[in-house]
């Protein structure tokens, strides 16, 4: 009787109660309480609600879309949202918070008037933010004023990043006395010292962050938050903030390219570098080698350049950091010329 065979019409798991389920029983429960009062014990929303900042978010039709925008509002934030509808395909959008792809939050920014602008990826694991200015500001920058508001606060623990990021982290940590390990590109690195020890920060370029008390992954929800936490209680507006963490630890300016090139063996690539490693670069002696993940140059004034091969495609990223972006462009083309000399023809 095919009546009798019909598979039957689906209908969603009842919602966790306070019973234990049945071995095999399949429950659904909401993690937003929980997790909004985890968030209440490292972020001083008190203190976000009576700032007066106004606040545009854009998180790129991503798994973020609602959470920030949504607490903000019932904190009594002037708060406006783009891209929070449910869209598979992104809107053709690159759901990647990185200056290209922000321009329509910018605009919002700019024309709405909003104090920051914040964004996050299509799994709400990475941040990006923008000043009232409109202006991009960098995941380095981000973990930076992190660590310095983790530490005015009094915490301490290991500092941890990736291979590519800022050496501004390294000088607040040497100012505190904290110690700093560098990781191969990839949060996953990071994760394995957040779970063996207390990790005061962990993060990377790219815009995964997480922090001490939290769990052990990038949280670009949490970032976001903390980033407005910080602004509120500095009472200063992001792009002064950055300004004063250039002016006391840097200058530092940073840039990455993307260079095609031929077949290569990555083993045999960094074998290569290593030998024949210059003795200075943009005009500044080459004080220490790091291969963790490809290879970088640290110079005697902490700029660097690193070249790591891509583990999928015949393609190198080359990143630089240095005082000036003249020393950025040149260290990256010398990274190119580094990288073609190295590849066996």
């Given at each position: 009787n095919l009546a009798n065979n019909r598979t039957p019409a689906y209908a969603e798991p009842p919602l966790q109660s306070d019973t234990t389920p049945d071995a095999g029983q399949i429950v659904r429960f909401d993690p937003l309480p929980a997790y909004l009062k985890h968030l209440r014990t490292l972020v001083d929303f008190a203190a976000i609600?009576?700032?007066?900042?106004?606040?545009?978010?854009?998180?790129?039709?991503?798994?973020?879309?609602?959470?920030?925008?949504?607490?903000?509002?019932?904190l009594g934030v002037m708060v406006a949202?783009?891209?929070?509808?449910?869209?598979?395909?992104?809107?053709?959008?690159?759901?990647?918070?990185?200056?290209?792809?922000?321009?329509?939050?910018?605009?919002?920014?700019?024309?709405?008037?909003?104090?920051?602008?914040?964004?996050?990826d299509g799994d709400a694991d990475r941040i990006g933010a923008l000043n009232a200015r409109g202006e991009f500001v960098s995941p380095h920058m981000i973990i930076a004023l992190a660590l310095q508001h983790l530490l005015a606060k009094g915490k301490r623990g290991l500092v941890v990043k990736t291979i590519s990021t800022t050496q501004i982290v390294n000088k607040l940590a040497q100012e505190h006395d904290l110690q700093v390990e560098e990781t191969p590109v990839g949060f996953n690195y990071i994760c394995d010292y957040m779970l063996k020890q207390p990790v005061l920060i962990g993060g990377e370029e790219s815009g995964g962050i997480s922090i001490l008390?939290?769990?052990?992954?990038?949280?670009?929800?949490?970032?976001?938050?903390?980033?407005?936490?910080i602004v509120?209680?500095?009472?200063?507006?992001?792009?002064?903030?950055?300004?004063?963490?250039?002016?006391?630890?840097?200058?530092?300016?940073?840039?990455?390219?993307?260079?095609?090139?031929?077949?290569?063996?990555?083993?045999?690539?960094?074998?290569?570098?290593?030998?024949a490693a210059p003795a200075e670069l943009a005009g500044r002696p080459v004080a220490y080698i790091n291969d963790r993940d490809g290879v970088k140059y640290l110079l005697d004034d902490d700029s660097w350049l690193l070249i790591r091969p891509s583990g999928t495609e015949p393609?190198?990223?080359?990143?630089?950091?240095?005082?000036?972006?003249?020393?950025?462009?040149?260290?990256l083309q010398?990274?190119?010329?580094?990288?073609?000399?190295?590849?066996?023809?």
């Open positions: 609600a009576n700032s007066g900042l106004r606040v545009a978010v854009d998180p790129m039709y991503g798994a973020g879309r609602g959470y920030i925008a949504r607490w903000l509002r019932e949202e783009i891209h929070g509808e449910l869209n598979p395909g992104f809107g053709g959008l690159h759901p990647e918070p990185i200056g290209r792809n922000l321009q329509p939050l910018s605009k919002l920014v700019l024309e709405g008037g909003y104090d920051i602008g914040l964004a996050t008390g939290h769990i052990p992954e990038g949280d670009g929800i949490l970032m976001g938050l903390l980033l407005l936490d509120a209680q500095a009472k200063q507006p992001l792009h002064t903030l950055v300004e004063r963490l250039q002016q006391t630890y840097g200058p530092f300016l940073y840039d990455r390219i993307d260079q095609r090139v031929r077949p290569f063996s990555k083993k045999e690539l960094v074998r290569q570098l290593k030998e393609v190198l990223r080359i990143y630089a950091e240095a005082r000036s972006n003249e020393a950025v462009q040149q260290l010398q990274g190119v010329q580094l990288a073609e000399q190295s590849i066996p023809q």
